[in-house]
């Protein structure tokens, strides 16, 4: 059962245990996947004398960078067959597109990046099921393609796992289900599957139970009434009367005894908790399953902590007698919530097995305790060290690493140790623990393979846009330097806000300037932005729209819903003072922003380009961390990951499995 590798590794490796051992080395000796692995962050890049540019990447990199299209150092680092440059160069030094050689320590980096990324070659089946057009309602054609392809592995896998335990699969439990379109499509013809949708946000249940009746899941609720009283009662609201107080609009009064919302968890009076559906009732707290009926769709709006479906597990209906046994599944679970949905394989024992699709690693939390955000030792500015050791201190217990081999990886690691006047020296020290910053997480998330060149230069516009404006901002005090922040007190009335980069890995000292998205027209230009960024800081200081990630409500991360110990850290940032200084510049000075920065948006690319690059290794040691999680456990017997759909149309693309003995 499964694939011939557990794992999509390249052929160098001769197998699970050698690619883990490489590429946790790698890891945690290699400066430089350090460095653009959460080390630098773009906002930084018009900041710095000397620039970030030169300080983080090597002088023989930038020389040959110098000249190079972004579109053909694109193809280098990800399409170009390395080998070619093993040979000696036989056309005069002009090999390459009429290039140099690029420079051999660039190729090792290069090569050593593309040998531990996982494979993503997807092979489809021989046979399409195509979703039907009801099924496929409200998707668009990248969903389509990620549910019609993980529907099929789903489906195959639900046989292999019967034939392998001898045990059929009598429901899929949908981890996140949202909109449900992966369990609508599994209910329906031809899987015709009974699934048990868990989702925690009630309007997701509402707008997924009106599709079912799109896709002629369901029969669409009729209201049967009373046309004379209805037309009577319709008189008597336009008349301003009353004419039955215990009707109005012609709906009956509500029973107390009836759930309040449907799809919800609720608790009955004798503390049963039952799923609110559509004619549930204390007494039958299942949803009605015809006996004569194909797939079904249960809703269940519920938290699941810690992988346990205690709570649920009584919910959950049957056609027949047979005790359930359930598989796992999700489609791009985001952060933390694919960790749940791992342990519901030990944390429950009516659950067989878990085939799970994760995304947005940027909202993983660190299970060891923040990774060290505040950049590279070679980048770091003194000051900047008390704040970085605070922020190590935060621990969640269901983040990243999951496994104990990542948990327990001891290695030597080289630090520069500072004195009052400076960098004295280095120091090397053991350390233990695998830990990624949320900068690194969030390169992960990137795509560079499917870059093209139109995408790619909208977004290089974008992070020079906002790079940008990072320099206005420290050059009209809205921001300070950690240097002069040390130095300088702040008074109530300066707007310095002591703001740093969303990441964290900025030269500045305090709370970051969240904007966010803009309207596109406000990227058309670069004064637009500048004045697209004003209004937005000017309609969020109206209404208190402080980001959540800036100034958490109660002391509570809004992300992982656990307290948070020092909320004097997270301040308020004053956008109102920040837009009224901003409107304070002239267009003109704007634009001479632009211009005096735009030749060195090549130089932000390239950083940004070897950035996204170098992340591919993070998301692997992410999804090699969950995969060694499930090897650990003693009830799996099985465990491997693999590619269900392809990588240009949906680049998160792994699903891990797991199946019990």
Known sequence: MGPEKPLPISDVFSGPNEFSESLLEFLTTSELLERFCGGIHVLDFFTRSPSLYETAIPQEWREWFHDIQIADILDFLMREDLQKFNGDDDSGGFAWRGRPFPPQSLLDYVGTVRMHLMRRDFNPPQKEVKLSRPVASGMKVKKVHEVQNFAQYVERLTGDI???????????????????YLGRALASEPYNRDIIAIETRPHNIEGAKTLDVLAKLVERPRTMRNKKLW???????????????????GQEKTDDRMPKEDGECTLCEDGRMVSAAPN?????PLEAIPADAKGTVQYINHWVVNGSLGPIMPQIGSKSQTPPSLLTISLHSCGNLLHHALRTVTANPEVRAVALIGCCYNLMTERLGKGMTYKHPSLRIPDAVKRMEREASAKDEMGFPMSERMCSYQYSKKKKKHGLDGVDGDLEEEEEGIRLNITARMMAVQAPQNWGPKDSDSFFTRHFYRSVLQRIFLDIGVIDTCRKASARPQSPETPIVRAVSPAGGSDTAGQPIIIGGLRKSCYSNFLSYVRG?????????????????VHPE??????????????????????????????????????????????????LSIAWSLMAYSAGV????????????????????????????????????LCIVGVKR
């Open 231 to 249: 037309l009577l009662e319709q008189r008597g609201v336009q008349s301003g009367k009353r004419r039955n107080p215990k009707t109005t609009g």
């Open 162 to 180: 019967a034939e392998y335990t001898g045990q059929p699969i009598t429901h899929l439990v949908d981890f996140g289900s949202g909109q449900n």
């Open 618 to 653: 993070v998301e692997s040691a992410i999804v090699l961390d969950r995969w060694l999680w499930l090897k650990e456990q003693d009830e799996i017997k099985e465990a491997w990951v693999e590619p269900v759909f392809d990588y240009g149309m949906s680049p998160r693309n």
């Open 280 to 284: 549930a009732t204390p007494d039958t």
């Open 533 to 549: 960024a004003q209004a937005k800081m000017e309609a969020m200081a109206m209404s208190n729209g402080v980001p959540e990630e």
């Open 554 to 603: 109660d002391g509570v991360n809004p992300r992982t819903g656990r307290p948070i110990a020092d909320t004097s850290q997270y301040p308020p940032v004053p956008y109102a003072k920040i837009a009224a200084a901003l409107g304070l510049i002239a267009d003109e000075e704007i634009e001479d922003y632009h211009q005096r920065y735009l030749p060195r948006k090549h130089e």
